[in-house]
């Protein structure tokens, strides 16, 4: 056997600290070799009911102090200078951004939930703020400026998303810029500070989305060793004003240091020998290979409690027992499932505004250009507004949503749906319906001429003003038809009639 490189040896400064260096190691080795065996390596019992904080985490909780400090403040004190509603955007923010290092300090402390209920529920705070945040768009000269805010804060929900956070980040980027390039174009020349606060707020979105791709790829990252997400309490919260990590996580974090000689193992205290003789018992147990875990202790058949004939066989012994019961199986019952936060962005590459999962409320899309569509997917019951004149409109996957659009260049679609209300303002010249239970299109004089395709669906009906006093009166769409052969054998063709039901 080869000896140790020198090179790899670490300096010891006595006799002793090269004796526990070698206790160490052969330690190491033992434990490595006995897994190979086919054993499991040792667990350590805790010593409290807190499970210590992983130094990987504990990095990436001061990273994101880091973070802060970099990108938080500047915002902040652009807010400040420009004053107004600006400075109770920055107020949002700095809560919004709050609610998430919170988040992550938690995530440092308990294991990953078994659904992505539990993390929606954890993550209210955050979506409170979003929902704060939609409300201070107003009709004033910092309308853009929140709108920005509003859609970029939407990135902060990137913690429900796996397994790629990063790209979810970037779309929101794109959403902000699109309001913050408003701002630009009209404060460029008379107001920098304007642009300074789109700017510094766009920087946080943007190093947010590099945070995550260096500490989060693949999602958040909670700590197997911790406790259920259902006991943990936070703590005193941390002011995101001055950030930084907490006792615990400081605690776990490893401080730069001189490398030292690992500690000896808890053991009887060995007295101390030469280095001559301290070598040479480790490398002739080292020569012995596999055979260094010939004293371990080796367990049975009837002591492998994992294995399926020991459960059958522990049941069996309460069977026999007089007077106990079996114990019944624990019930499994369906995870609800997970509630995905709303979420409003544009995509400038498509021209189309994506518009998800709101469940209360009303929601508005501003279209500002006749090339632009509008898609609407999984939202309750919710209102979205649709203003301006766009090219198409799509509803997809609704259930109870009322859509109130102005006017359409090509046609509104409504598909996978249940339940829903339409109503056009303007004119739109084609209406499709496919696989929807449930649709009222309510359609104004101006647009009496459109058609509509439908296919798959049930409970389709329109309303359409009777005379100039705006008097609704409502019919249904028919969704049976009457089929028949005619013409002369061999030539044959369908006819197609709407069925007596809708006749009278």
């Not at 190691?25 to 065996?37: D, G, P, V």
Request: glycine share 6%; hydrophobic share 35%; charged share 20%.
């Amino acid at each position: 056997m080869k000896p140790i490189p020198t090179r790899l040896q670490p300096k010891m400064s006595t006799q002793a600290d090269e004796h526990a260096y070698l206790s160490s190691l052969l330690a190491n080795i033992t434990e490595r070799l006995r897994i190979l065996e086919g054993g499991s390596p040792g667990k350590s019992t805790p010593e409290s009911s807190s499970a210590p904080v992983l130094p990987s985490q504990a990095i990436a909780l001061a990273t994101f102090d880091e973070y802060l400090k970099a990108t938080l403040h500047p915002f902040l004190e652009s807010a400040a200078k420009l004053g107004g509603q600006a400075v109770e955007l920055s107020e949002v923010v700095k809560d919004a951004w709050g609610a998430q290092r919170e988040f992550l300090a938690m995530a440092c402390c308990v294991k990953a939930p078994a659904n992505d209920a539990d993390i929606v529920a954890k993550l209210s705070p955050v979506q409170e703020i979003i929902q704060k945040a939609q409300k201070l768009i107003q009709r004033n000269d910092f309308e853009n400026h929140a709108k920005s805010v509003a859609e970029g804060m939407q990135a902060l929900t990137w913690v429900v998303v796996r397994p790629a956070p990063t790209e979810y980040i970037e779309n929101f980027i794109g959403a902000a810029d699109f309001w913050g390039n408003k701002v630009r174009v009209q404060h460029k020349k008379t107001a920098p500070e304007h642009v300074a606060f789109v700017d510094t707020y766009k920087r946080m979105i943007v190093d947010l989305a590099a945070y995550v791709k260096a500490q989060h790829v693949t999602g958040v990252t909670w700590n197997p060793q911790g406790r259920d997400i259902g006991d943990y309490a936070p703590g005193p919260s941390t002011s995101v004003e001055s950030p930084a990590p907490s006792k615990t996580l400081a605690a776990a974090t490893p401080a730069p240091s001189q490398p030292e000689a690992p500690a000896a193992p808890a053991a009887s205290p060995v007295p101390p020998r030469s280095s001559a003789d301290g070598r040479a018992g480790l490398f002739s147990q080292l020569g012995k290979g596999l055979a260094i875990t010939s004293g371990l202790k080796k367990v049975s058949k009837e002591q492998q409690t994992w294995r399926p004939e020991y459960k059958e066989s522990a049941q069996a012994g309460h069977a026999a027992t007089p007077g106990t019961a079996l114990p019944s199986a624990p019930i499994k019952h369906q995870p609800p499932p997970a509630l995905k936060p709303p979420r409003s962005s544009y995509e400038p590459a498509q021209f189309r505004w994506n518009v998800e999962h709101f469940t209360e409320g009303t929601h508005s899309v501003e279209v500002e250009d006749k090339k632009q569509s509008v898609y609407i997917y999984g939202c309750g019951p919710a209102t979205v507004e649709v203003r301006g004149k766009g090219k198409s409109l799509t509803v997809d996957s609704c259930r109870k949503t009322q859509v109130v659009v102005d006017e359409l260049l090509s046609s509104l679609e409504v598909v996978n749906c249940k339940g829903v209300t339409i109503r056009v303002r303007q004119q739109v010249p084609t209406v499709a319906i496919d696989k929807t239970d449930g649709v009222l299109v309510v359609l104004p004089k101006s647009s009496l001429g459109a058609s509509f395709l439908t296919s798959k669906s049930s409970e389709m009906n329109v309303q359409y003003p009777k005379n100039n006093d705006g008097e609704l009166t409502e019919i249904p769409i028919p969704e049976q038809w009457q089929h028949s052969l005619e013409g002369d054998w061999p030539n044959l063709c369908v006819k197609n009639e709407v069925s007596s039901l809708y006749t009278h």
